[in-house]
Structures are given as structure tokens and as C-alpha cells.
């Protein structure tokens, strides 16, 4: 049998081969090893992703139904609002007895429609008013028994009028006292408040109350210089019918009060009296304060207005000059009157304008 020899040689080249086999095994295990971590990392990452975007889709779904909601919320909040506020605004103006400014034209067109001779009058009336008096627009005045004093008293407040003297010098909430203890008129437990026909021995406490009504709000008013700020006060004030009845029966008092101060003064004859209390106590129905009180006050603000002896008596002891543009007097010398046709210089002046001598509306002043 023949001996088998390896040469050393060949045995080194297949050591060779056997090493290089190991080194290809272990590669081709690495790359498998690095093959299959990029495999898994890439699935793991795919699997968050599913998950994130799922999350990612549940929010965007629940922020857009979310915005969707806060829209149609606000949406619904201001329709809301607007309703109210409209709502409001209705119930002022439906309250308010002096209603916002409008045209002159227009109302004068509205109101005077038709062929007539006095629509016709009346429409050139409103006509001179625009050209030559340059009043470009008027504030409609509730037509009740109230509707002069109510007119005056809106004009003397909205443009700021302080107290007349004489009231500065008084406590004008001492006059119901005054005139029923200190000059013994009993009898004014007999004064009615407009449409409130109340007699007794409860006529001071309320007309105490009216003249508290007339001095705060007046003070309070007058002491407003923003105009805007002013201008809403007296809204607010003239659509409170409770307030603004107490104003002018305090009103109707204080001319009581100067009738009563005037007639004494006459009696005594300590000082002369302006001449309009001789025209009023020249009346067969005012002879005295208390047919004044019961033929005139009483009524006014329930059948009666003032008349043109009463409106001398409001200008005069409110100490300002009242401008009236009469209109069914227009192309006479009545067109326009002062009341008083005799007063100060340094007395403020307001103007009304009246189609029939009995409801009255403020004219508003362009340039």
C-alpha cells in the first residue's frame, strides 16, 4: 500500500480556502445581521407611524369638528346679541317721547301728503324753515298734554342749561313746604298730577318728590360737559315715564309757586310784577292761584296743554327765551314768537315748532 503525503504546500492553500469560507460566512452573516436590523427599524418605524397617523387623524378630525362647533357657536351668540340689542333699541325708542332727529323734507312730505290747502301750506312752511332758518331736521316730540313742557325740558337738559337764578338762590325742594305752611295754602291738597287725578292730605309728599326728581337730575345733567355723554342721559331720563312725569308735574308746581309769589306781590303792592301775571290774573279762569290751580294745572297733561299765557309764564321763570316757529301761522307776522317777548340778554334760547299751537317738535339748527 503506497503511502498517501500531503505537501506542506497544498496544505497551506487549503488552509487558505478554509479561512477565507469563514471570513465569506461571517460577511455574509453580518450583512444578513445588518439586513434584518434595517428591516425591523424600518417596520418599527412604519408601525409608529400607522399609530401617530391614526392619533394625528383622530385630532385633526376632533380640532375641525371643534372649530366647526366654535363657529356656529359665535355665529349663533352673535345672531343672538343682534336680536337682543335690536330688541333694546326697539323698546327705547318705542319708550322714548322724544324720538331721534330725522329730515325735514321728508317728514314734512310724509306728514302733508296730498293737494290740499293746508297740506300745501305746510309743506311751504317746512320749505322756508330748511332755506332761511337753515333747520335741516327735527326730533318728533310724543304727542300727549305733556308735549311743550316735555319739549322745553328736553332742550334745556340736552344742551346743558344751568338752574335760573332764583332757583340757585332757593331750595326749590322748600317751595311745596313754603307755599302750605309759611303762606297757609291749604288748598293745594287739591293739586292733581296730569293723568293721575289725585286729591288729599298726600299732595305735599309727592309733590316733594317731583321737585327731588326735577333738582337731581338736573344738577346731575347740566354738569355733563361731553355732549354725546349728555345726549344719552337724556334719553335715558325721557323714556322712564315714571321720572319724566314727575319733571313736569315739579314743572307745573314751581309756576304755582311764582302765580301764587306774583298775586301776593300785587295784593301788597310792595313791587312791581312782570306784566304777563296781569294778563293771566285778567282771565276770568285764573282771577286767583287757586282757579289758576283748578281751571289750568289740573288739566294740563290730562285734556289741556299750556296756552300762550302759560308758555310767558314757563320761559319766564325758567329764564329762557322760547323760540316758536308756528307753522299754520306761516305768512303772517304769528309765524314766529318769543315767550317771554321780553327777556334778558344773557338768558339761553330754545326753539319748538308747532302745527297746531297744541303738540310741539324740536327743530335741529345746520349750518
Given at each position: 500500500m503506497n503511502n498517501f503525503s500531503v505537501s506542506p504546500c497544498w496544505l497551506i492553500q487549503l488552509r487558505s480556502v478554509y479561512t477565507c469560507a469563514s471570513c465569506l460566512c461571517l460577511l455574509c452573516k453580518g450583512r444578513h445581521e445588518v439586513w434584518s436590523w434595517k428591516t425591523a427599524s424600518k417596520e418599527s418605524l412604519c408601525l409608529m407611524w400607522q399609530k401617530v397617523k391614526v392619533q394625528l387623524m383622530l385630532s385633526m378630525s376632533f380640532l375641525t369638528a371643534l372649530f366647526w362647533y366654535c363657529?356656529?357657536?359665535?355665529?349663533?351668540?352673535?345672531?343672538?346679541?343682534?336680536?337682543?340689542?335690536?330688541?333694546?333699541?326697539?323698546?327705547?325708542?318705542?319708550?322714548?317721547?322724544?324720538?331721534?332727529?330725522?329730515?325735514?323734507?321728508?317728514?314734512?312730505?310724509?306728514?302733508w301728503k296730498g293737494e290740499t290747502k293746508q297740506a300745501k301750506q305746510m309743506r311751504e312752511a317746512y320749505e322756508e324753515l330748511f332755506r332761511s332758518c337753515h333747520i335741516k331736521y327735527?326730533?318728533?316730540v310724543?304727542?300727549?298734554?305733556?308735549?311743550?313742557?316735555?319739549?322745553?325740558?328736553?332742550?334745556?337738559?340736552?344742551?346743558?342749561?344751568?338752574?335760573?337764578?332764583?332757583?340757585?338762590?332757593?331750595?326749590?325742594?322748600?317751595?311745596?313746604?313754603?307755599?302750605?305752611?309759611?303762606?297757609?295754602?291749604?288748598?293745594i291738597q287739591q293739586y292733581s298730577f296730569g293723568p293721575e287725578r289725585y286729591t288729599g292730605p298726600n299732595a305735599f309728599g309727592k309733590l316733594r318728590k317731583c321737585m327731588e326728581v326735577l333738582k337731581t337730575n338736573w344738577a346731575e345733567i347740566s354738569a355733563t360737559r361731553d355732549y354725546e355723554e349728555r345726549g344719552s342721559m337724556c334719553n335715558t331720563l325721557f323714556s322712564d315715564e315714571s321720572k319724566e312725569y314727575k319733571l313736569y308735574e315739579a314743572i307745573k308746581f314751581i309756576m304755582l309757586y311764582e302765580v301764587v309769589e306774583a298775586y301776593e306781590q300785587i295784593k301788597s303792592r310792595d313791587e312791581p310784577v312782570h306784566n304777563l301775571f296781569s294778563l293771566l290774573f285778567a282771565r276770568d279762569s285764573s282771577s286767583d292761584p287757586l282757579s289758576f290751580m283748578m281751571n289750568h294745572l289740573n288739566s294740563i297733561g290730562d285734556s289741556i296743554c299750556l296756552d300762550q299765557v302759560e308758555l310767558f309764564l314757563l320761559g319766564y321763570l325758567l329764564q329762557v327765551k322760547i323760540r316758536v316757529y308756528r307753522l299754520h301761522r306761516f305768512n303772517t307776522e304769528e309765524f314766529q314768537v318769543n315767550y317771554p317777548d321780553e327777556y334778558r340778554r344773557e338768558w339761553s334760547e330754545i326753539c319748538l315748532l308747532t302745527e297746531d299751537d297744541h303738540y310741539y317738535h324740536i327743530p335741529l339748527f345746520r349750518t
Open positions: 363657529r356656529r357657536l359665535y355665529s349663533f351668540l352673535a345672531q343672538l346679541l343682534k336680536r337682543w340689542s335690536n330688541y333694546l333699541q326697539r323698546q327705547l325708542i318705542r319708550n322714548l317721547s322724544v324720538l331721534p332727529e330725522v329730515d325735514l323734507l321728508g317728514y314734512s312730505a310724509r306728514e327735527l326730533r318728533q310724543r304727542r300727549d298734554n305733556y308735549s311743550v313742557v316735555r319739549a322745553v325740558l328736553f332742550q334745556i337738559f340736552s344742551q346743558g342749561i344751568p338752574f335760573p337764578l332764583w332757583m340757585k338762590e332757593r331750595d326749590i325742594l322748600k317751595l311745596p313746604e313754603k307755599l302750605l305752611y309759611s303762606q297757609g295754602c291749604n288748598w
